[in-house]
């Protein structure tokens, strides 16, 4: 199930160690941080050891700062997979967002590169698709916009099989394992909130809002 990305992104899955080593910080050797970090935040890390500075569309931070200190670099983060729910964390809660009908969804993918894992998309495929330039991280540069059908290999099983694809909330510092769904209206609307923000901050298009019936605007 995990090889096939079927079941929600729990900890185990989503929570990926990472150990940094910096001579030029040795003396806080062994020490942990509580601070959200994503792969994103590789890239502007390594360009930060070498004085270099990030790209303006970077949205990453450099983790230098944490290893002298650890104070926090966002509010939450958001995850997930397409098709699937869209995810977010503030480090002590995680929240998964499944749209209400997860096999019929108005699911879009934007590429210039239509391939899947072992083939071209069918011409099918191709039906209805479109070139857009709706992206300002893309600098100018247009994307196909493309229908994603779900039968198309892009979907984990032609039906959509997500497993336990239902919209939960945890604690995951008191149920670290995630067995016990919260009923905690405040907080869920307060993570719908960190997730739109984030979802606008990444330009996220508006399909991608409204399959979550999100605002958009």
């Not at 210039?112 to 039906?127: C, D, G, K, R, V």
């Not at 149920?175 to 739109?196: C, I, K, N, Y």
């Amino acid at each position: 199930m995990v090889g096939q990305n079927r079941m929600p992104f729990y900890q185990e899955v989503a929570h990926i160690p990472l150990l940094v080593y910096h001579p030029d910080f040795r003396k806080n050797a062994g020490e942990r941080r509580k601070s959200l970090t994503q792969t994103p935040d590789v890239m502007p890390t390594l360009l930060d050891i070498h004085g270099l500075a990030k790209p303006a569309t970077v949205t990453g931070q450099s983790l230098l700062p944490l290893l002298a200190e650890d104070e926090s670099q966002r509010r939450a983060m958001i995850y997930g997979m397409f098709g699937g729910a869209t995810n977010v964390v503030d480090g002590r809660y995680t929240y998964f967002r499944y749209p209400k009908d997860i096999k019929n969804q108005n699911l879009w993918e934007y590429t210039l590169m239509p391939t899947h894992a072992y083939s071209f998309f069918a011409p099918s495929e191709f039906e209805n698709a479109s070139l857009v330039r709706s992206f300002a991280f893309l600098r100018g540069y247009p994307v196909l916009k493309l229908p994603a059908g779900m039968d198309a290999r892009r979907i984990p099983i032609p039906s959509g099989g997500f497993e336990d694809a239902h919209t939960a909330l945890y604690d995951i510092q008191t149920d670290p394992g995630q067995h016990a769904p919260l009923d905690e209206p405040a907080t869920e609307s307060r993570l719908a909130g960190e997730m739109v923000t984030l979802m606008r901050g990444s330009e996220a298009p508006s399909e991608a809002f409204e399959r979550l019936d999100l605002p958009v605007g």
